[in-house]
């Protein structure tokens, strides 16, 4: 059985909505639900939601070494896929991850790219090959 649904709070929901959606939709994703405090996209029965944290809760901030989620990982279709939306990223100033060893970081037979969305949650996107 596959993954039903991921569920993240985010600090600034427009702010993330922008920065997901063309990533999500650029790996097969489709917009799903929308409401006043979340969205989420849809691919293959599972989804990803995004919501507006309250703002009591904003301030503590997200760490990936803390206690919960390190990163989300996300096959691409082929290197070739890695490496546009590696070059997408890069138009964005978004910093790519161990850059000194990209795009093998995660070892010589892994084809993979790594960063960090608005709240600094790292994303993976690995070649399926």
Do not use: C
Not at 36 to 48: C, D, F, L, N
Not at 72 to 83: C, P, Q, T
Not at 105 to 118: K, N, Q, S, V, W
């Amino acid at each position: 059985m596959a993954l039903h649904h991921i569920e993240i709070y985010v600090s600034n929901l427009s702010a993330s909505a922008q920065f997901w959606n063309w990533l999500l939709q650029e790996l097969g994703y489709q917009i799903y639900q929308q409401w006043p405090e979340g969205i989420s996209w849809i691919h293959e029965g599972t989804y990803i939601v995004f919501v507006q944290a309250e703002k009591e809760y904003v301030a503590a901030g997200y760490h990936r070494k803390r206690i919960g989620l390190n990163h989300l990982a996300f096959n691409a279709s082929s290197k070739a896929h890695v490496d546009k939306i590696t070059e997408r990223l890069v138009e964005m100033n978004v910093p790519i991850l161990y850059q000194d060893a990209h795009p093998y970081a995660g070892g010589d037979d892994y084809y993979a790219l790594y960063f960090e969305d608005p709240d600094r949650i790292k994303v993976e996107v690995v070649a399926n090959v």
